[in-house]
């Protein structure tokens, strides 16, 4: 079986549990459907493409990999955002400025910091998504990609790689990273007070290990132009061993 494996850094992140009100709070790990919208900006898919989008939550099993946990802070944020009006829209962001009828809003939004992991995507039905064509796709990106928030640019390529293993679980242990990733996790696990170090992953995926645990997550797409999601079931599973 392929796989398509991808490591995602960057000095800050932030992966979307539900918002309420002026509380942003994230996972401690990337969502499915951050992932598969990074696939999706890689390949030049707009967000109003919803058949395009229907077909990479349908033809993809995910999984995603711990490498660093990083550490969580909180931001308070301060913005200033024009009154609501029936039918006034703004195209820019000059042009909400220029408004005249500017007040605050505030939020606590909730970031991490350093940390890393390893994404696995590959096809719930054989050929029915072109691995090579993805990696290609994150390779040199047609939009650009961030972890999460626009303010949150990538620290490392994606280093995309199609492996062939037999489960999910093998293909994590084959993957090979180039020198510049090894600096950085050195870096980062030196920083680690308390490791953790887990795979977490679709409930369905054939080749989980039996020490699995279910968490529920708000992250599998029903529409990207409403920005709507729904609820998907997630096996997570601790590492235990030596670190790479």
Known sequence: MR????TLYAPMGSFGEIAVGERRMSWARPGRSAVLGLVAAASGIE??????????EAGLYYAVRTD?????????????????RKG????????????????????SREWRSDACFTVSLWPRVKDAVDLDEMADA?????FTLYLGRKSAPLGLPLNPAVIEADTFMDA??????NTEEKEVLKYLRSRDTAPTRMI???????????DTRIERRRDAVASRTRWQFTDRLEGVMDLEGPRE
Do not use: M, W
């Open 200 to 210: 977490a992953f679709d409930h369905d995926a054939p080749g989980a290990g039996a």
């Open 172 to 177: 994590f242990d084959k993957r090979q990273r």
């Open 3 to 6: 796989f398509l494996l991808l």
């Open 138 to 142: 994150l390779r040199r990106p047609c």
């Open 47 to 56: 967000r109003t493409d919803e058949d395009a989008h229907r077909n990479l």
């Open 68 to 84: 660093a946990p990083g550490r969580p802070f909180i931001d308070y944020h301060t913005a200033q955002t024009p009154k609501a």
């Open 88 to 107: 006034r829209t703004f195209a820019t962001r000059r042009g909400e400025l220029e408004s005249g009828d500017l007040h605050p809003v505030l939020s």
